[in-house]
Structures are given as structure tokens and as C-alpha cells.
T-cell receptor
Framework: SAVISQKPSRDICQRGTSLTIQCQVDSQVTMMFWYRQQPGQSLTLIATANQGSEATYESGFVIDKFPISRPNLTFSTLTVSNMSPEDSSIYLC?????????????FGPGTRLTVT | RKEVEQDPGPFNVPEGATVAFNCTYSNSASQSFFWYRQDCRKEPKLLMSVYSSGNEDGRFTAQLNRASQYISLLIRDSKLSDSATYLCVVPGNTGKLIFGQGTTLQVKP
């Protein structure tokens, strides 16, 4: 499977500031995804990032709050804007691999964000 | 019915025990199913994919019951290192993956 890295691995930020999280993949992938995992919760999809088009956001997530870039097939960024303590969470990027009817998702190590 | 539902546990079992987790799903059109393992403070890692009636990999067996819309994960001969949270993942109505809340397993010596 693809090797996925994320930067930063963790950060502590003040409310009102913004943080950009980077996701790098060691191979070209079409589909990249950004998830959030709040403390004690399971994963929630924020958006799907495809190269060459606008990201597709899930219900409850908007571009102004979580702008996403996807400049090429190996890289994406997620920005958490105007942060509040409720944004404290783990943010994970994932990629989809496979073919035909068999696709699987693999995750980066995550970015642990604490907003004070 | 929730899109994906799991018993959160925790399941506390002794080493060597056999343990099974169930997961129910609502989207009857789902064709693929996944079990992920997530260790504390780590990312989920794909444990097993299920595209037909089931899958087996060593001590781990996943079985699918389409009529009742549930999948199970069976772990035989539990090891201490099996302690983790196991996430059931199913494509939802829009095709996006829906993650269950996870079932926590604690294997004790």
C-alpha cells in the first residue's frame, strides 16, 4: 500500500488562528480524503480532494472553515481556519487504492490538534 | 437503524480466548466491507476486507450475513497484542465510507 506522511504530527494552537496540515503520498493517487476523529469518537469524513477540481465537502463542513488544496496527485493540504477549542481533534488524510470493484483506504499517521 | 453500529465493549478476554464482534449496517446495497484496527493514539490500519461471504487471514475470520445485514470479526487464540479498537467500515448510501464507533478489545494475561 501507499506510504502516507502528514505534517505536523501534532500542534497546540490558539483560538482564532489557522493551521495547515500537509499530506504527502509516495505514489500518485486519484482520490484523497480528509477525516476528523474527535476524542472518543470514530472517524468523520470532512471532504474528498481530487486533483484538478474543487474538494467535495460533507454535510456540516464548509470550504471557508476547512479549505483544501490538491495541487498534484501526491499531495494535499487541509487548513483548519479560525480555530476554536471544538476543533481539537485528530485530522487524518487517506488515499484510496485498488481497481474494479475492490477499493481500500489507507490512512496517514494523523495530526493531533489541540486548540486552547 | 444506524448506518453502521457496533457494540462498543470493552471486551475483556484472557489470552488464548476466542472473541467475536458483530457489526450491523443499514445499506443493503453495500458490496464491500472492512475491518480496521486502531491502536491508542494511532491511525486506523486495514485489517481485513470482505467482498463476498467472508475472509480469513490466520487467526482472524470475517463473515458476512447479507440477509441479516451484519458482518462479524472472529479472533482466535487472542494475543496481548490484539488489544485495540476494531472499527467496522461500510460504504454508505452515497458510496462514502461510514465508520462504526469501534469495539474495544482488551486481552489480559
Amino acid at each position: 500500500s501507499a506510504v502516507i506522511s502528514q505534517k505536523p504530527s501534532r500542534d497546540i494552537c490558539q483560538r482564532g488562528t489557522s493551521l495547515t496540515i500537509q499530506c504527502q503520498v509516495d505514489s500518485q493517487v486519484t482520490m484523497m480524503f480528509w477525516y476528523r476523529q474527535q476524542p472518543g469518537q470514530s472517524l468523520t469524513l470532512i471532504a474528498t480532494a481530487n486533483q484538478g477540481s474543487e474538494a467535495t465537502y460533507e454535510s456540516g463542513f464548509v470550504i471557508d472553515k476547512f479549505p483544501i488544496s490538491r495541487p498534484n496527485l501526491t499531495f494535499s493540504t487541509l487548513t483548519v481556519s479560525n480555530m476554536s477549542p471544538e476543533d481539537s481533534s485528530i485530522y487524518l488524510c487517506s488515499v484510496e487504492e485498488g481497481g474494479g470493484s475492490s477499493y481500500e483506504q489507507y490512512f496517514g499517521p494523523g495530526t493531533r490538534l489541540t486548540v486552547t | 437503524r444506524k448506518e453502521v453500529e457496533q457494540d462498543p465493549g470493552p471486551f475483556n478476554v484472557p489470552e488464548g480466548a476466542t472473541v467475536a464482534f458483530n457489526c450491523t449496517y443499514s445499506n443493503s446495497a453495500s458490496q464491500s466491507f472492512f475491518w480496521y484496527r486502531q491502536d491508542c493514539r494511532k491511525e486506523p490500519k486495514l485489517l481485513m476486507s470482505v467482498y463476498s461471504s467472508g475472509n480469513e487471514d490466520g487467526r482472524f475470520t470475517a463473515q458476512l450475513n447479507r440477509a441479516s445485514q451484519y458482518i462479524s470479526l472472529l479472533i482466535r487464540d487472542s494475543k496481548l497484542s490484539d488489544s485495540a479498537t476494531y472499527l467496522c467500515v461500510v460504504p454508505g448510501n452515497t458510496g462514502k465510507l461510514i465508520f462504526g464507533q469501534g469495539t474495544t478489545l482488551q486481552v489480559k494475561p
